[in-house]
């Protein structure tokens, strides 16, 4: 089993920053591959970004490209999304999750409970 927390959202202007965290735990968290997704009110749930289990391959979907990046720790089993550049279309509830696959979006079986990101214009 494994366990993901999330952290750090919020409300933040137009242009601005944000760190989301998560914190994982279980006993096969290290090897798997963990990325965050997002829904927006009335939208589906779509991939934001995902990392490798070792943090050495990073997907990312086009419309955060350049302003979001994605980090892990591979020691306190951390994973953060550096928000940069925020818009109001990123409004959502982000959601941490892990997955064997990095790059296999649907197939990520484990997901946290999610924290809201609010960006006003």
């Known amino acids: 089993q494994v366990q993901l927390v999330e952290s750090g959202g919020g409300l933040v202007q137009a242009g601005g920053s944000l760190r989301l965290s998560c914190a994982a735990s279980?006993?096969?968290?290290?090897?798997?591959?963990m990325g965050w997704f997002r829904r927006a009110p009335g939208k589906e749930r779509e991939f934001v970004a995902a990392?490798?289990?070792?943090?050495?391959?990073?997907y990312y979907a086009d419309s955060v490209k350049g302003r979001f990046a994605i980090s892990r720790d591979t020691v306190k089993n951390t994973m953060s999304l550096q928000m940069n550049s925020l818009k109001p279309e990123d409004t959502a509830v982000y959601y941490c999750?892990?997955?064997?696959?990095?790059?296999?979006?649907?197939?990520?079986?484990?997901w946290g409970q999610g924290t809201q990101v609010t960006v006003s214009s």
């Open positions: 999750a892990a997955g064997t696959r990095v790059a296999a979006f649907e197939e990520y079986d484990y």
């Open positions: 279980g006993r096969t968290v290290s090897s798997r591959a």
């Open positions: 990392i490798s289990w070792s943090g050495a391959t990073t």
